[in-house]
């Protein structure tokens, strides 16, 4: 129950420390789950001392026992040992301290211990920790290599040493930390954090030698094992031999399975990589050099051809084939034209032939009328009519006679032999070309 106090009316420190040890007594006993740090059995003495700590959390209890309690499992416990106590919490009024008064004390086994990580590991693989989509590549050639490991440990040395010997220009920062025990944890994953907060480490290297399986446990626990899934940058866990697999091995980006198989992952091998570079050199070489003499030969076989060796050759040839096409042109229209011309004088010579013109040069003549009209029928005219006669090398006129014996030709033709006193001879411009005053048929 709450107490009332006031500055005028306090509690006495004694009263404070009973009041605690009150409301604790009424708790009841519990089973509690830790890692004995500190031992002590006093020779003679009834009661063992112990410190019990949390491995992930950086708290601690004191666990008081008759020494019959401990004796019995005396063998198997010692520092370091992780057990499951039966206590009650009791408060000790004079120091103001709180502890446990352990009625039994149980070894964990190594069973009991491996079923929790499988536990543990299947809780956080449902959680996605340890999928390989969330596994992050390593660089080719890391610049600064972030190393947690114990110090002065075997699993340093074959790190430092072999990365070195594979690459020697290859740096590191170094953070070393217990890598077993009740402080493993914390000091651990802090290690981790702070590499991981430095922006010029490229990869973060977490490295153990072997050890037994409650060696190793630090490097399965829940706290640390998040804080490496946490991590912007890869993180390679090197624990123990190769059979060993703590949880640090599912959600590390790389597993490696020693500490020196850390250094030859993490960090290439000079000698071999100046072998690659040697031979992409030398086959860049040959393909450089096949693909000219390739070339080459293209081009030699090209400069092979006739026309690139007479390239006036083509153009000669067309010339002469040209100049030959001319000539059949030109004969074929030589042709064409003489024969134009030959059907051109032909037919000249039809029309001078059926001209008007040369039917009056065979002595014809045409009559016209004063109108123009040429006379066919003798009936056309009359008597004294003037009409006008049409010969080959001229024109003149006549008149019709009146003599009634004489038919109208008759006088016609009688007054053109006559060739009567008003003919007007009148030249024509061109009698070949029919062309005049009138025409006739």
Sequence with gaps: MAVSTSPGAPLPVGEVSRLIGGWIDRLGAVWVEGQITQLSRRPGAGVVFLTLRDPSYNISVGVTCFREVFDAVADVVGEGARVVVHAKPEWYAPRGQLSLRAAEIRPVGVGELLARLEQLKKSLAAEGLFAPDRKKPLPFLPQLIGLVCGRASAAERDVLENARHRWPAVRFEVRNVPVQGVHAVPQVVQAVKELDALDEVDVIVVARGG???????????????????????????????????????????????????????????????????????????????????????????????????????????????????????????????????????????????????????????????????????????????????????????????????????????????????????????????????????
Excluded: N, W
């Design 211 to 441: 050890g037994s399986v409650e060696d190793l446990l630090p490097f399965s626990d829940e706290q640390l094992v998040r804080a490496v899934a946490a991590c912007r940058t890869p993180v390679v866990s090197a624990i123990g031999h190769e059979p060993d697999t703590p949880l640090l091995d599912y959600v590390a980006d790389l597993r490696a399975s020693t500490p020196t198989d850390a250094a030859k992952k993490v960090v290439p091998d000079v000698g071999e990589e100046a072998e690659r570079v040697r031979q992409l050199r030398d086959r860049a070489r040959r393909c450089v050099q096949a693909h000219v003499e390739r070339e080459e030969r293209g081009l030699a076989h090209a400069l092979a051809r006739p026309c690139m060796e007479d390239p006036h050759r083509m153009v000669d040839e067309r010339a002469d084939h040209v100049a030959a096409l001319v000539d059949r042109s030109r004969r074929t229209l030589r042709h064409l034209l003489d024969r134009a011309d030959s059907e051109l004088a032909h037919t000249r010579a039809r029309v001078v032939a059926l001209s008007p013109a040369a039917t009056l040069r065979r002595g014809y003549a045409v009559l016209q009328r004063a109108d123009g009209h040429v006379v066919r029928d003798p009936a056309e005219v009359t008597a004294d009519e003037t009409l006008r006669a049409r010969v080959s090398e001229g024109e003149f006129t006549v008149r019709v006679g009146a003599d009634d014996d004489v038919s109208p030709a008759e006088a016609v033709d009688t007054a053109g032999t006559a060739g009567t006193a008003e003919a007007d001879r009148r030249p024509e411009a061109d009698a070949d070309t029919g062309t005049g005053t009138g025409t006739g048929e």
